[in-house]
Each structure stands twice: as structure tokens, then as C-alpha cells.
């Protein structure tokens, strides 16, 4: 017979995909370029359409929250930047992407996606003051990331040799214009980990925002800030700004300024260094002196001058001390005779017999007490406890025909049905 256990259900597969793509965290945060297609603006605000370029189409879905933010509309032909996550739509098993952020595919919409990439990473804290790390004052490795040739690498390198040339340099080359370059920006910052740097310039010369459009990559950004060295940014010339710039610990208006940042002068630093020996030198004279007027004290002290003196009034402390003890303990000893001599005289001792005699007659009277009271004690002499409802009875009126009693006497307990009652009567004759 066929073992069908090994099948899996249509259903199960489609969510065993869906939860395979749901925790791969590369598809959390997808960008893809196309075109669009299949446009449908649906009745709730949803936008649903096709994403495809020369070889293939994705499914897409806009959902009405994100859609109401875009500045312009959407038509079929329409090129397009979006971001989104993918995920598997159950009932059909496609997979599509769900879209968050839209921007029209143009040189035009790199400042809109510019604003919006700074929107979102100023939100989410990444250029906060209180991440930034500092520069350290005195570097002795310096890494420069930037393109091998060109007037940046060459305005760096002559500002660090003529302000501090005993600072060792590195150069990490990367590509710094085209699509791939921000990848490999990214190569040399983690290549760049690597080696004991105490501060890295990043950067490039100026040029248009296409140019300089590596440097306002997402991934660029987030690696920059998740970077463990101090980073200076320097892209472009005084005007030109980049997320680069944002996140960096610090922003230089050009390279040449990124290199004086990260370099002290050295003719500066040397007038430093003779200005802190002048004042050491004076600081240790100035302690010496100190020091040298406390000796004296101390040599002039009365405790040098005169030991014994202190000897002897220490020791007549301790002659007092020992008084004071010896008063102390005979005193505690006499109280504590005197309190034995009060017990041992006491009359309980003495006469233990009487007090235990007298105990014994209290007790006697108080056990005849409650046999007087002891409602058993009245029973033994004929009398009877009526209860009804569990509730002792003492008044006839509150007996009617047909009730039932328990009559407790003595000896045991009677279950009695009233047949009729009869009460006392009053001053006219009548049954009460």
C-alpha cells in the first residue's frame, strides 16, 4: 500500500516558502528599478501593479498608508525606484514584493530620494551628536579611503606631510562615481577594520549629485555608522552635502580641510610641548616647596620636640581607664549580689507549699462555677433542652401544629410532631 504520509498538502508548501522568505532578512529590504505595468488603483487607496523590465515581472502591492505619501501619480510605462519587502501571497503561492517607498526613476528624483533617505535616517537617530565619536588629537595611522588618482588623494597627502609628517598613511582605493562604487566603498571600510587606524578620511573631489551619488547609499550609511574608528567625511567641495557627511563622527568642507582635522600642525604642537615643560618645570618647583615647608613643620612639631610628654599623658590616661574599670566591675558585682540575696529570701521560695495550695482552691472554686452552669448538670435533674431548627425553644408561641422538636433529656434525644399547642391563658380567658 502507498505510504501517503511523506506528501505534503499545497497549503503546507506554500507556507513552509512563505516563512523561508519572511526570516531571510535580504529580502527585508529590497530596492528594485523597473517598470511599471498593470496598473490598478484600487477603491480603499490600495495600489496593486506589475514591476518588470527586458527579462522578467514581479507582482507588486502598495497598500493605501504608503501610497497617500507619494508626490506624484502613478501610470502603466511609468519608471520607478521602490523599496519594499517580499513575501508569498498564500491563496495564489505568488510571490510579490510589498512596496513602501516610491520614487520616479529619473535624475530629477535623486534629490527627492536624498530628502527622503535623510528623513529617514535623522528619525531613526543615525546622525544623532551623541554617536559621534572623537578625533583623536595626536593620530600616529591615518587611512585614507578615496580614488588612487585625482586632486583629493594629492591635496590629503600634501596637507599631512607639510602639517605632520611623522604620521604614517594608508591608502584604501576605491571606485568613487558609478552604481558599483558605493559597493566598493564599503569593501575598503571593512578592509579598513582591519589595520590600527586612530582616524579615517573618507571622501572624494566635487562634482554633480550624480557624481557624488555613492556617497547617499543606504548601506553605505548604515556601515559608516556601525563603523568602530573615528570617520571624517570629506565629499565634494564647501557646498556640496551627502549622507556621508551626516553620518560621519565629522564633516569637512573639502579634503584638504578632512586633512587638517585629522592632523595637529606640527610647529604648533612642538610651541605645546615646550609650553606644558614650563609649566611642569614649575609645577614640581612649585611642589617642591610645598613639600619642603611641610618637612619643616614637621621637623618643628611638638610630638618630635617632645615624645614623652605625649608618653606621659597617654599613660595617665590609662592609669584612669583602669580605675574606672575596676569601680565599674565592683559596682556590677554588688548589683547583682544584692539581686540574689532579694530572690533567694523571696517568700515563693521559701513556702512553695502555701502558694500551691492557695492556686489548688482558686481552681476548685472555678470548676464548681461551671458545673453550675453546665447545661448537663440540669438535664441529670430531669429537666429537657427543646430545639427546632437546631435552635433552642423558649417561648410556646413560637411552636405551631405539625412541627417538628428535638427534645434533648438527659440520657438521649426525642423527635417529636406537635400536634397541637396549647399556651397559657390571659386575665379574659383566651389562649395566648
Not at 571606485?175 to 579615517?200: M, S
Not at 615646550?274 to 621637623?299: A, H, P, V
Request: hydrophobic share 40%; proline share 4%; charged share 25%.
Amino acid at each position: 500500500m502507498q505510504d501517503i504520509s511523506k506528501y505534503l498538502t499545497v497549503t503546507a508548501l506554500t507556507k513552509y516558502l512563505k516563512y523561508l522568505i519572511d526570516n531571510d532578512e535580504h529580502l527585508q529590504n529590497v530596492y528594485l528599478r523597473g517598470e511599471i505595468s498593470n496598473f490598478k488603483l484600487h477603491s480603499r487607496g490600495h495600489l496593486y501593479f506589475s514591476l518588470k523590465d527586458e527579462n522578467s515581472k514581479i507582482n507588486a502591492i502598495m497598500f493605501a498608508g504608503h501610497a497617500s505619501k507619494l508626490k506624484f501619480k502613478i501610470e502603466d510605462g511609468m519608471k520607478v525606484l521602490v523599496k519594499g519587502k517580499v513575501s508569498v501571497y498564500e491563496p495564489s503561492g505568488n510571490y510579490q514584493i510589498y512596496v513602501t517607498d516610491m520614487i520616479e526613476d529619473g535624475i530629477g528624483n535623486l534629490y527627492v530620494a536624498f530628502e527622503q533617505l535623510k528623513k529617514q535616517l535623522t528619525k531613526e537617530g543615525l546622525f544623532d551628536q551623541k554617536h559621534k565619536k572623537p578625533i583623536p588629537k595626536i593620530p600616529n595611522r591615518i587611512g585614507i579611503i578615496t580614488a588612487p588618482t585625482g586632486a583629493a588623494i594629492k591635496d590629503i597627502l600634501s596637507t599631512i606631510k607639510r602639517r605632520y609628517p611623522i604620521c604614517e598613511t594608508i591608502l584604501f582605493p576605491s571606485l568613487v562615481q558609478g552604481p558599483e562604487a558605493h559597493l566598493n566603498l564599503i569593501k575598503q571600510l571593512q578592509k579598513a577594520e582591519e589595520y590600527d587606524l586612530d582616524v579615517l578620511i573618507i571622501g572624494r573631489g566635487g562634482g554633480s549629485i550624480e557624481d557624488l551619488w555613492p556617497f547617499n547609499e543606504e548601506l553605505l550609511a548604515r556601515t559608516i555608522f556601525d563603523f568602530s574608528i573615528p570617520i571624517i567625511s570629506a565629499v565634494g567641495h564647501e557646498v556640496d552635502y551627502t549622507i556621508c557627511d551626516f553620518v560621519a563622527d565629522v564633516r569637512a568642507a573639502t579634503p584638504t580641510g578632512a586633512a587638517e582635522i585629522a592632523v595637529p600642525n606640527l610647529v604648533d604642537l612642538l610651541n605645546l610641548i615646550e609650553n606644558y615643560k614650563i609649566r611642569l618645570n614649575k609645577s614640581m618647583l612649585n611642589q617642591i616647596d610645598n613639600y619642603q615647608i611641610w618637612l619643616n613643620k614637621l621637623r618643628n612639631s611638638y610630638v618630635l620636640k617632645n615624645p614623652m610628654a605625649i608618653y606621659q599623658v597617654k599613660e595617665q590616661m590609662l592609669d584612669h581607664l583602669i580605675e574606672n574599670l575596676i569601680t565599674n566591675m565592683k559596682n556590677l558585682m554588688e548589683r547583682k549580689k544584692n539581686k540574689y540575696n532579694q530572690i533567694a529570701s523571696s517568700y515563693v521560695l521559701k513556702k512553695p507549699q502555701i502558694i500551691y495550695e492557695q492556686k489548688q482552691n482558686n481552681l476548685n472554686k472555678l470548676i464548681e462555677k461551671l458545673e453550675v452552669l453546665n447545661p448537663m448538670s440540669t438535664l441529670k435533674r430531669g429537666y429537657a433542652i427543646i430545639k427546632k431548627n437546631n435552635k433552642a425553644i423558649f417561648n410556646i408561641k413560637l411552636f405551631k401544629p405539625n412541627d417538628e422538636i428535638d427534645i434533648i433529656l438527659n440520657e438521649g434525644l426525642l423527635k417529636v410532631n406537635i400536634l397541637r399547642v396549647e399556651g397559657k391563658t390571659n386575665d379574659k380567658g383566651r389562649k395566648i
